[in-house]
């Protein structure tokens, strides 16, 4: 009983990162009707940066995560102009191509840059953890799980209780009619971006300490969220949300039940087995019939 | 005047494919001698042998992207299908490499096909996500699976086949295979199944309704894709003879992607020029590969660029510059002969107790329809009262919440839209739906070449020719070779007519066909629907302008709300009173 509540708990943790990055990807979609493959990259940059600031330079853990996040609202921004708005009015295969492009690129400048050795980042606490009963609960995954609490907590009271909120879903659900109505389009993209870009950064410096600061650690997690976004019903924020911690609970249980080397495959086949039986997820609508 | 140029021109067309087969035949034989008799040093062989079997995977991805449209990034995965295939058969079963080499073909086609049938029903991000995760999977597997796949230290000493043993033989082998691919590729594009493609990658529901199974196209481009895939990573195998796990990864995946998009997605000669340099420029910078990374991202780096400024690719871009208008081939003026079904069934298209709810919203609400064969049938209605939603049940676009429909006696309420265009339902849309990176004369052949069509022969020229009639029935003959995007908004709606008049349907539907349209355009319409009603072809109109309504219709059925409010005799229909305030309100 003990080690399946243990389980749950790493699940949890684990899964709450993949329900940021997958938040990550939701906005974006509902804004541009695509799929940003380079939202993973955001995770891994940002972990970069943090082992920059904290690690190499030495800076306080506060100020390094602040000025992190500074830096991946500028490389939300830089990303919007140079990968999605010149491609803003072309099919959406051209903008998943140069949003995989982006990614590729990301990835192996960061591997040019500090080369192929990954980096270690400490936890924000220096406390490695408390013993609940049979349960270890690790400092790093409440940390975790708290502050996706939080930022959830945020979003919702951001998107439906603030006017720049409204306007970002308007946007979302009919950009010409947003425009008509005098709604600045452009900017409203250019702040998803920049969102969705620190929300990546803030799940990639909330892992970090977890797994190892590697430029693997980019694609990895965005599979997995984007898996989870599928899982939860593509374009669903509580999907998004329900999916990708349901898939680090799957993950968790299927490396410790079934096989370890085989792990990362396990989020493959579920998302599979989704997209065959069940594409609308779990909470989506069944896909909206157009003519 | 026209007919000299129309001849000229057919000459020239004539002579100008027959010199292109010719050529390329030359070269093809040149190019495998020269393989097969000059004499080069180990690492140029290498290169070559790299660059021959590479074109052949970026091949499939024109098949799959450039015709079809549709994304696959786990090249690299089939690819290590047909490379693993042949290195574990030939080293751990001692089977004979070609049957190695066909089975790894097999495999690759059969699990792109299983990938596809799984998700192509779906949008283009899961098609993109699913193959990301196969490419990750079975880079999973080929490292774990050490019984099976020996693990990350690969397979070594891979056999070739006894006759092209030599390094310079099986180079040999390699090109030629590459250059009898690099031909059916050419080839399958004006193919009927290459046309279906292309229809299938400028609009999907237009293709449905011109008859074009969507679904069962794409699975069949990307199994093919996954096929070409598999035959070049097999004779890579063969030619290094050692495989391993890191040289199929997502990153190849997104190399051979990239070898696509630069030399251009839609022709096979583009592919070839951009697996050509991706190979050969890496290799000139060399230097590049001593920072671990620099490489990769220079990569991802022209992806972006490529996507942005040169969205055709090398070879698009110098095609562009030499771009004329096609030239079509002659034809003595043939009338266009509509000689719709008959199966002496009551009426040509009937509805019964037609229903479809969106949720709580009844927008058709039990509508009975009886269209008798050769009438012209008008459904009118103010807006919002279900004219456009009943025509999209009637076509297959929705399915009915209830109530059924017969074509021509037969029941298709249960068939799929292009199964209903097959049993003989025409039709165009309200926002013109045509093949826009095709000829005004491709969209009209698409349309002839209906499944079920009584009136087009199988051969290519006589489904011109049909095309050819159909588009001089609606006044476009002249601009055939145009392509559709040049046309006027009026023209378009014509080719639309011109398209599903090629099928010879049993019933034509049209849905708002003046919405748009000048006045002269509006009478020449008017002339153009008399013209088909007089060959006997059954129309179901749906409009707004009551003066062209009130003019080709016979018969009138009235919708408001989703019910039907009146139906008989146009004449007698308009003075009732319902309808009236229906259009004008009640007093």
Redesign the interface.
């Given at each position: 009983m003990g080690s399946v509540l243990q389980l749950l708990f790493t699940g949890l943790g684990i899964g709450a990162v993949y329900a940021l990055v997958a938040l990550g990807f939701v906005l974006i979609f509902r804004a541009t009707n695509v799929v940003n493959f380079a939202q993973g990259e955001f995770s891994m940059v940002a972990a970069y940066l943090m082992v920059v600031f904290a690690v190499d330079l030495g800076w306080p853990y506060w100020l390094s995560f602040l000025l992190s996040l500074g830096g991946m609202a500028v490389l939300g921004a830089i990303f919007n102009l140079g990968v999605y708005y010149p491609l803003r009015n072309r099919t959406f295969l051209p903008v998943i191509i140069s949003t995989i492009g982006a990614s590729i690129f990301l990835a192996n400048t960061v591997l040019a840059l500090y080369g192929p050795q990954p980096q270690v980042l400490p936890g924000w606490f220096d406390t490695p953890g408390i013993q609940l009963g049979q349960v270890y609960l690790d400092s790093q995954y409440l940390i975790i799980i708290a502050v996706t609490v939080l930022l959830v907590a945020f979003q919702y009271w951001f998107f439906e209780h603030t006017l720049l909120g409204k306007k970002l879903q308007a946007t979302s659900q009919d950009k010409e009619m947003a425009a008509l109505l005098g709604i600045p389009v452009a900017t409203m993209i250019m702040i998803t971006f920049v969102y969705s870009a620190v929300l990546g950064g803030i799940a990639g410096i909330l892992v970090a300490p977890v797994l190892f600061v590697s430029i693997q650690m980019g694609s990895t997690i965005a599979l997995k969220a984007f898996a989870a976004t599928i899982i939860g019903g593509f374009g669903d924020v509580a999907g998004a949300i329900v999916g990708g911690l349901a898939l680090g609970i799957i993950e968790t249980f299927g490396a410790a039940y079934i096989s370890v080397p085989f792990k990362d495959a396990f989020a493959f086949l579920v998302l599979i087995l989704f997209l065959a039986f069940r594409p609308q997820g779990l909470f989506g609508e069944r896909v909206a019939e157009k003519a | 005047m026209s007919v000299a140029r129309d001849t000229r021109s057919a000459a020239s067309s004539l002579s100008r494919t027959a010199a292109g087969h010719a050529l390329y035949a030359i070269l093809a034989v040149a190019a495998v001698i020269g393989a097969a008799t000059v004499r080069t040093d180990g690492y140029i062989a290498n290169i070559l042998m790299q660059a021959a079997t590479y074109a052949i995977a970026v091949f499939g991805l024109s098949v799959v992207?450039g015709l079809c449209?549709q994304?696959n990034?786990a090249q690299a995965a089939f690819f290590a299908l047909g490379a693993y295939a042949v290195a574990l058969g030939t080293v751990d079963y001692d089977i004979p490499f070609f049957v190695c080499l066909i089975a790894g073909m097999a495999i690759a086609f059969t699990s792109g096909g299983l990938l596809g049938l799984?998700?192509l029903?779906?949008g283009?991000?899961?098609l993109?996500?699913?193959t990301?995760?196969?490419q990750?999977?079975l880079t999973?597997?080929l490292?774990?699976a050490i019984q099976l796949t020996h693990g990350p230290d690969g397979v070594g000493s891979i056999k070739r086949p006894d006759l092209f043993a030599s390094s310079q033989a099986y180079l040999a082998l390699a090109v030629a295979v590459l250059a009898v691919a690099g031909y059916l590729v050419w080839w399958l594009a004006d193919t009927r199944l290459g046309r279906a493609m292309r229809a299938v990658r400028d609009n999907e529901?237009a293709a449905s309704a011109a008859g074009i199974d969507v679904y069962r196209t794409k699975v069949l481009a990307f199994a093919i894709c996954a096929m070409l895939g598999g035959l070049g990573g097999g004779l890579f195998a063969g030619g290094f003879t050692y495989v391993s796990p890191d040289q199929f990864a997502?990153?190849d995946s997104?190399v051979l992607?990239t070898m696509a998009?630069l030399g251009g997605i839609a022709s096979p000669v583009g592919s070839a020029i951009g697996t050509g340099l991706l190979i050969l420029i890496p290799e000139w910078l060399r230097f590049l590969k001593s920072?671990?990374?620099?490489?990769?991202?220079i990569?991802?780096?022209?992806?972006?660029l490529i996507?942005?400024f040169m969205?055709d690719g090398i070879w698009g871009f110098i095609a562009n510059i030499f771009r004329r208008s096609t030239v079509v081939a002659p034809s003595p003026k043939r009338p266009l002969v509509l000689r719709p079904a008959d199966s002496r069934a009551p009426a040509a298209l009937q509805v019964q107790g037609l229903a479809k709810h969106f949720g709580g919203l009844k927008a058709v609400d039990g509508v009975d329809l009886t269209v008798r064969r050769g009438g012209v049938h008008a459904l009118i209605g103010p807006n919002g009262s279900g004219k456009t939603t009943m025509l999209?049940v009637i076509s297959g676009?929705?399915?009915p919440t209830a109530g059924r429909i017969f074509v021509d006696g037969v029941d298709v309420t249960a068939l799929s839209a292009h199964r209903r265009t097959i049993a003989g339902l025409g039709r165009t849309f309200q926002n013109i739906r045509l093949f826009r990176s095709m000829t005004a004369l491709e969209n009209v052949v698409i349309g002839a070449e209906r499944e079920g069509n009584t009136e087009a022969a199988s051969d290519h020229a006589a489904l011109e020719e049909r095309a050819q009639s159909a588009l001089d029935f609606v006044g476009l003959g002249e601009r055939s070779g145009d392509l559709v995007r040049s046309f006027s908004y009026g023209h378009q709606r014509l080719i639309e007519i011109a398209r599903a008049l090629a099928g010879n349907p049993t019933v034509l539907l049209l849905d708002e066909p003046a919405a748009g349209l000048n006045s002269s355009e509006k009478k020449h319409l008017h002339d153009l629907l008399d013209r088909i009603a007089a060959q006997g072809l059954t129309i179901l109109i749906i409009d707004h302008d009551m003066t062209l309504v009130a003019g080709v219709a016979q018969h009138l059925t009235v919708l408001n709300f989703g019910r039907r409010i009146a139906d008989g005799d146009t004449v007698e229909v308009l003075r009732h009173p319902d309808v009236a305030a229906a259009y004008l309100g009640a007093e």
């Open positions: - | 992207l449209g994304i990034l799984s998700t029903r779906l283009g991000h899961y993109a996500m699913v990301i995760s196969f990750q999977i999973v597997v490292i774990n529901i997502f990153s997104i992607l998009l920072v671990p990374g620099l490489y990769l991202a990569y991802g780096l022209a992806v972006i996507v942005v969205s999209n676009l929705y399915r």
